[in-house]
């Protein structure tokens, strides 16, 4: 089977530019005995930037790119030249992207719009050259600041869906049926467990043009909160979810029991994600009739709201998109959303990332610093005080 296109989840070195060290130099020149010192300062150190590209749709273009190294600056040079910076690295990433640190687990940043630009490592200032260093009683310096060092750090990407309204199931519960249905999306459907590999996005048009993105995740099983099935590796894009959608096949044994084991793993992995607007829609109600859906319904989840559907017949489809609108402008749904916000702070397990790029290995090899055609040791370069 090809390999899937959709990768959400990468893991990159990335350093910064070093900043170049400040000039020493003396000047001289015919008919100034005495020019004093004119070293120029050291250009500043590129920056790691994560811009978000409402283009990509996945983090495919990072998977083979296991280091982003940014631009030295250059050394200062004679008549107080200050020295060239160093080119920064953007790196593009989709909208919804969150960063870690690999090494600790601890969260960095996130980049949820199109044209967001974070700073994600800082390049090193350069150094000041000996003019800054000349007083009444020390005219001619012989030396000069050295450029601060570069920052490096191991980052992990990890791609959150954002969608208004995210699909929880159980395999086979319904999810690539319903959202091949009411959207364009076209995802694999078949009647076997996890057919969906891959989370699929699909705009879902409502009354006088309006519209909103529905998310199908796939399937999650009893314990996928302790890395059992795919429901570990994909429960990340319903964290960004505005709504949750949960789908049981009406020709389950207990309904409400199905959405209370659902409800359980979105807990364990995330408490807060219980904190969400959620319907309930029981799949595969064509076969069933007026007086079944009453017995049904004495026995569903109380204060949530329920519609029994069929995907293929299009029963209880409309009334779906109705009640969905609703919940997704109704106010206690923009109350929550500044909330929502919260959910990407949390830190990410450092033995997880540990386990999950097990077999992943650098792809370069350190070289010595040269500068000037010699090479040198890295210089104390907190000797002197930088000066804004």
Known sequence: MAESNFIDYVKIVCRSGRGGRGSAHLHRAKY???????????????????????????????????????????????NKSTGAAGEDKIIDVPCGTVAYNAETGEFLCDVMEDGQ????????????????????????????????PMREMTVTLELKLLADVGLVGFPNAGKSTLLSSVSAAKPKIAN????????????????????????????????????KGLGLRFLRHIERNSLLLFMVPAESDDIKKEYEILLNELAMFNPEMLDKQRVLA??????????????????????VPHVFISSVTGMGIQELKDILWSELNSEDNRLLAVKREELVHRNLDARMIANDFADWEPDFED?????????YEEDNYDEYDFDE
Do not use: C
Request: cysteine-free.
């Open 282 to 303: 029981i799949t595969k109600s064509d076969m069933l009739d007026e007086e079944l859906m009453e017995m049904l319904s004495e026995n569903l989840p109380q204060g």
């Open 117 to 148: 630009k974070v700073v994600l490592l800082k390049g090193g200032r350069g150094g000041l050259g000996n003019v800054h260093f000349a007083t009444p009683t020390r005219q001619t310096p012989r030396f000069a600041q050295p450029g601060e």
């Open 32 to 78: 100034i005995p005495n020019g004093g010192p004119d070293g120029g300062d050291g250009g500043r150190g590129g920056d790691i930037i994560l811009r978000g590209n409402r283009n990509y749709w996945t983090l495919l273009h990072l998977k083979y790119q296991r280091h982003v190294f940014a631009g030295n600056g250059a050394s200062g040079g004679i």
């Open 367 to 375: 070289e010595a610093y040269e500068e000037d055609g010699e090479y």
């Open 192 to 227: 076997y467990p996890f057919t969906t590999l891959e989370p699929n996005l699909g705009i879902v048009s409502y009354r006088d043009g309006k519209s909103f993105v529905m998310a199908d995740i796939p399937g999650i099983i009893e314990g996928a909160s302790q890395g």
